[in-house]
T-cell receptor, first 112, second 112 residues
């Protein structure tokens, strides 16, 4: 499985934007970039995914570099409820990978 | 929220005893997964199912078995629990191969 690299932790203030980076220099052409997050004492939850173009949904935006070797998850206005561990994951669409390979993720702290 | 429940939510057992964890879904999704989460390792796939009576091993399957006799239920069995199997266990479902996975609330298992 292709690897991703994320900072161990980040801090933000409430109502400010947060940019969570992810490096995936060995990404293949068929890899989708997925983001999940895990709130304290809960199971992971899906946030967003994309292939080449930037993506937006009600939770976040995903900005993908032109060479696809990195991406950034953007929370436009962080709230206390966004404090979680955020995981950047590559999924091979053509291979039909059956598993999500979770790294250690980025622990986001949101200060009031 | 996806209709996924796990039971029990908490369990304490002794080394050498059998333990069965249950995952139940109301979404009629074809794929079901069992992960374990440990400090320093993130989430790791134990077993998964791609249909009734169709299962396969994940990366940490030793000491675990699974069964799926109905679409809605996926059972994880520890035949003879060991202290190394103390962990938080998460069930996940998805409707198509490679698609978004939805996670249950988790089961905390302590093996003494």
């Amino acid at each position: 499985d292709a690897k991703t690299t994320q900072p161990n932790s980040m801090e933000s203030n409430e109502e400010e934007p947060v940019h969570l980076p992810c490096n995936h220099s060995t990404i293949s052409g068929t890899d989708y970039i997925h983001w999940y997050r895990q709130l304290p004492s809960q199971g992971p939850e899906y946030v967003i995914h994309g292939l080449t173009s930037n993506v937006n949904n009600r939770m976040a935006s995903l900005a993908i570099a032109e060479d696809r070797k990195s991406s950034t998850l953007i929370l436009h206005r962080a709230t206390l409820r966004d404090a979680a561990v955020y995981y950047c994951i590559l999924r091979d669409w053509e291979g039909g990978s059956e598993k999500l390979v979770f790294g250690k993720g980025t622990k986001l702290t949101v200060n009031p | 929220d996806a209709g996924i429940t796990q039971s029990p939510r908490h369990k304490v057992t002794e080394t050498g005893t059998p333990v069965t964890l249950r995952c139940h879904q109301t979404e009629n999704h074809r794929y079901m997964y069992w992960y374990r989460q440990d400090p320093g390792h993130g989430l790791r796939l134990i077993h998964y199912s791609y249909g009734v009576k169709d299962t396969d091993k994940g990366e940490v399957s030793d000491g675990y078995s699974v069964s799926r006799s109905k679409t809605e239920d996926f059972l994880l069995t520890l035949e003879s629990a060991t202290s190394s199997q103390t962990s938080v266990y998460f069930c996940a479902i998805s409707d198509r191969q490679g698609q978004t996975q939805y996670f249950g609330p988790g089961t905390r298992l302590l093996v003494l």
